[in-house]
Every structure is written in C-alpha cells, then in structure tokens.
C-alpha cells in the first residue's frame, strides 16, 4: 500500500467527518438504494433517476452528500502532493483558472493557490450540508426554496476538482469525456 493511502487509513490522521444519515430514517433508505444501485452494475442512467413517489430533494440531498464524502477522501490521498508551491493556481488545464468567491471573506473571485482554494472549497461545503436550514434532517422539515441551486453551486465546485483531477493525471480516457462535450449522451455510451 502507498504512503498517500497508509495516510489516508491512518487512525490518527484528521480527516474530515463523513455526513451519515440516521438508520430508520427515508434519506437513509434513499442512500441505501443508490449504493445498492451503484454497487450491482445496473445501467448508471436508471441508476441516478429519481425513484417514484420519493421527493426529488431528498434524492438530490443524499447525492450531494455522497459526492461530497468521497472526493473528500480523494482529494485527501492526493493533498500533500500539491503544495503551493507544486499547484500555484486552481486550474482546469491551462485555459482555465478558478477563483474563488465565497461572498463572505471573499467577495470578488481572487486566484488562489490549488490547495487553499480545496480547503476552502471543502470547509463551505461541510458547511452547506451540516446546517440544518439547508439540508434538514428531521421528517417534515421542508428544504429551503433556494435549495437545488446551492446543490447546483456544491456540484459545480466538486465536479471542476474531480475533472481537473481525472485528467491531470490521465484516469479516464478522452472518449469517454466525449459526451460531456456533445452534451448528448448516447444509448451506447452508457458505461
């Protein structure tokens, strides 16, 4: 096993917190369902629709936790190998910069160092989904009106990383981004 992954199983090694959902709860059966789905090599199309008669934020909160917990423990076997001075800019390759912007500290998107802009990136984000006015975890408590458009801001984020990611250090093949270009995804192309 390599050092960056003897880290990451390192007992005493501080990572953040998984979100988990309460045994018993819907949210928690929702996340067991996608996890089943995702796990028995079912069609990934079928896999991510909404399952009838459940609510649509709900499926949506589940994901967004999920995706969030596990490009948490990506980024975190990968952090130490890109320092400020190894990863200068947040980028996309060489044509893209992303600045960060949280409104708060930052009110105007200023450029910063990859690893500065994942750290504050994931402490907005731990703090989207563990208050309790945006992703409510008690039944009954509605989802604010502004919901699915921080989702939409939370997914943004984690996808730029988990793409600049995949392609910084080729572990997907061109092809199969193909579709992300043609905005169209083929019948065929469903993997």
């Given at each position: 096993?390599?050092?960056?992954?003897?880290?990451?199983?390192?007992?005493?090694?501080?990572?953040?917190?998984?979100?988990?959902?309460?045994?018993?709860?819907?949210?928690?059966?929702?996340?067991?369902?996608?996890?089943?789905?995702?796990?028995?090599?079912?069609?990934?199309?079928?896999?991510?629709?909404?399952?009838?008669?459940?609510?649509?934020?709900?499926?949506?909160?589940?994901?967004?936790?999920?995706?969030?917990?596990?490009?948490?423990?990506?980024?975190?076997?990968?952090?130490?190998?890109?320092?400020?001075?190894?990863?200068?800019?947040?980028?996309?390759?060489?044509?893209?910069?992303?600045?960060?912007?949280?409104?708060?500290?930052?009110?105007?998107?200023?450029?910063?160092?990859?690893?500065?802009?994942?750290?504050?990136?994931?402490?907005?984000?731990?703090?989207?989904?563990?208050?309790e006015d945006i992703f409510p975890?008690?039944?009954?408590?509605?989802?604010?009106?502004?919901?699915?458009?921080?989702?939409?801001?939370?997914?943004?984020?984690?996808?730029?990383?988990?793409?600049?990611?995949?392609?910084?250090?080729?572990?997907?093949?061109?092809?199969?981004?193909?579709?992300?270009?043609?905005?169209?995804?083929?019948?065929?192309?469903?993997?």
């Amino acid at each position: 096993m390599s050092i960056a992954l003897k880290q990451v199983f390192n007992k005493d090694k501080t990572f953040r917190p998984k979100r988990k959902f309460e045994p018993g709860t819907q949210r928690f059966e929702l996340h067991k369902r996608a996890q089943a789905s995702l796990n028995s090599g079912v069609d990934l199309k079928a896999a991510v629709q909404l399952p009838s008669g459940e609510d649509q934020n709900d499926w949506v909160a589940v994901h967004v936790v999920d995706f969030f917990n596990r490009i948490n423990l990506i980024y975190g076997t990968i952090c130490e190998f890109c320092t400020e001075r190894t990863c200068p800019v947040m980028s996309g390759g060489p044509k893209y910069e992303y600045r960060w912007q949280d409104d708060l500290k930052y009110k105007k998107p200023t450029a910063l160092p990859a690893p500065q802009y994942m750290n504050f990136l994931m402490d907005w984000i731990e703090v989207q989904i563990n208050n309790e006015d945006i992703f409510p975890t008690s039944v009954g408590v509605p989802f604010p009106k502004n919901f699915l458009q921080i989702c939409k801001k939370i997914l943004c984020r984690l996808f730029r990383h988990f793409y600049y990611f995949v392609t910084e250090l080729n572990l997907i093949d061109r092809k199969e981004l193909e579709p992300l270009v043609s905005n169209k995804i083929k019948p065929n192309m469903v993997r």
